[in-house]
């Protein structure tokens, strides 16, 4: 099925040289968001568990500092280090932690208490399933001027894949920390935008589940929150908007809640995702056969929610020990030759494309466009982190040539996304 606003936000190699992105700095938008000093503010103590697997959500893990400016890097990839997506969190029964609903506030490496729930009340009211949730309820969402101030109309596909890529990381963390957790797309994202103050200006695109149900259901919850800046330069995207209107209603979604069998040990994990970054360059050097088939069996993995959509992982190999170059899809060899140049040409002529040992391209041809873009993010997580455990590097590439590369492919799919990896 294709889909009006993919198809209208497709790259070409006419299109990205008849529209050169010029960027207005005057414009360039935050990416904090911080809610006044009122809201009571817990610092995280990262010597505690609980507070670490908050920080692994999302939050800060270097810094970069340039004449006159300082900027800082997250745990979670983000296309053109823009940030779109910030992170709420419900926590009900959790020891050490008032039952309420939160904001992660990353420029601050803390949570900030927006509400405290009364018995019963809770966001699972506005969930398909009402069922009160003790554990944590992460709630994501985009603030979709951090990224359309650079990347314009395409902005809502890097919203969707940066939104992923924190479902990831919540993989991740949940792992380390030693809890199942789950995804839900299904909920009903107009009122809670409504009901976070969102102002049309951020939105709600999915949620993870850290916690176990009770038998009681859910009663609303009586937060009034003001609208809180997140970028003080917003100006709105008309295309954006109607998009995300148009892919909020979920159709025929299959649950599928098989849980990952992720072979990581929980140290080299831990280590992995606070080192992990993205590559600038690679040496062009061959990695070996059994390194991709970790990264591979790693994407492949079940991902639990209640929206699956199938998304193919197809993989072109450039250098890899012992593995004929071509490009393949679920193991097999479907075409057979060195396309690296080809590659590179496909990724809008970067590097990265062609002096990777492989190069991924994620595509689908599901109907439920937010959770299978959603999906695309987190299976580009998985190869981040699996590459980094493994001391490869790894880059996600959201700019391609969209036609050229489903010719090169010979599919009819989407193209979702596009990740590089070698040493
Ligand atoms: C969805 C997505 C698309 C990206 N696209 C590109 C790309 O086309 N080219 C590139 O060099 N880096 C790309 N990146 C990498 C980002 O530039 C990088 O994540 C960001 O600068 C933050 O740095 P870090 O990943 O090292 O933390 C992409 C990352 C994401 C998550």
């Given at each position: 099925m294709t889909n009006t606003y993919h198809e209208a936000t497709k790259h070409s190699y006419w299109s990205v040289r008849r529209n050169p992105n010029y960027l207005d700095w005057s414009k360039q938008p935050s990416p904090f968001k911080v809610y006044p000093e009122d809201y009571p503010f817990i610092p995280f103590d990262l010597s505690n568990s609980l507070h670490r697997f908050f920080y692994l959500l999302?939050?800060?893990?270097a810094k970069k500092v340039y004449p006159g400016v300082e900027y800082y890097l997250r745990i979670i990839p983000s296309a053109g280090a823009l940030y779109p997506t910030e992170i709420y969190l419900q926590i009900r029964?959790?020891?050490?932690?008032?039952d309420g609903i939160y904001h992660l506030s990353i420029a601050e490496n803390g949570l900030r208490l927006l509400y405290e729930l009364d018995s019963?009340?809770?966001?699972?009211?506005?969930?398909?399933?009402k069922r009160l949730v003790d554990g944590i309820i992460v709630l994501y969402s985009a603030i979709y001027y951090r990224s359309s101030w650079k990347?314009?109309?395409?902005a809502f596909r890097y919203c969707l894949l940066d939104a992923g890529h924190a479902l990831g990381a919540l993989e991740m963390a949940s792992l380390w920390y030693e809890h199942a957790y789950y995804i839900l797309y299904n909920f009903d994202k107009l009122a809670l935008n409504e009901k976070f103050g969102f102002a049309n200006r951020e939105f709600f695109l999915s949620s993870g589940v850290v916690g176990v149900r009770t038998k009681e259901v859910a009663k609303n919850f009586a937060m009034e929150l003001p609208y809180v800046e997140g970028t003080y330069t917003f100006e709105e995207n008309a295309l954006i908007w109607q998009a995300y209107l148009d892919t909020l209603q979920l159709h025929g979604c299959k649950k599928d809640f098989r849980f990952p069998h992720l072979m990581f040990e929980k140290n080299r994990l831990h280590e992995a995702v606070m080192q992990r970054r993205s590559i600038r360059?690679?040496?062009s050097e061959a990695i070996k056969s059994e390194q991709l088939e970790f990264v591979l069996k790693t994407m492949q993995d079940a991902i639990p929610s209640d929206c699956d959509e199938e998304v193919k992982i197809w993989y072109v190999v450039?250098?890899?020990?012992?593995i004929t170059p071509g490009i393949y899809l679920d193991g097999k060899l479907i075409k057979e030759g060195d396309f690296s140049q080809k590659v590179g040409y496909l990724?809008?002529?970067?590097?990265l494309g062609s002096q990777s040992a492989v190069t991924f391209f994620l595509t689908s041809s599901g109907k439920n466009y937010q959770p299978l873009y959603q999906k695309a993010g987190h299976i580009g997580h998985r190869c981040y982190i699996a590459s980094e455990y493994l001391g490869l590097g790894c880059s996600g590439i959201g700019a391609y040539y969209d036609d050229e590369v489903r010719e090169f492919l010979d599919t009819e799919d989407m193209v979702l996304y596009a990740l590089a990896i070698g040493s």
């Open positions: 999302g939050g800060v893990n029964n959790v020891e050490g932690m008032k019963n009340e809770g966001v699972e009211y506005y969930f398909e399933d990347y314009k109309n395409r360059e690679f040496a450039n250098r890899v020990e012992n990724c809008l002529e970067q590097a």
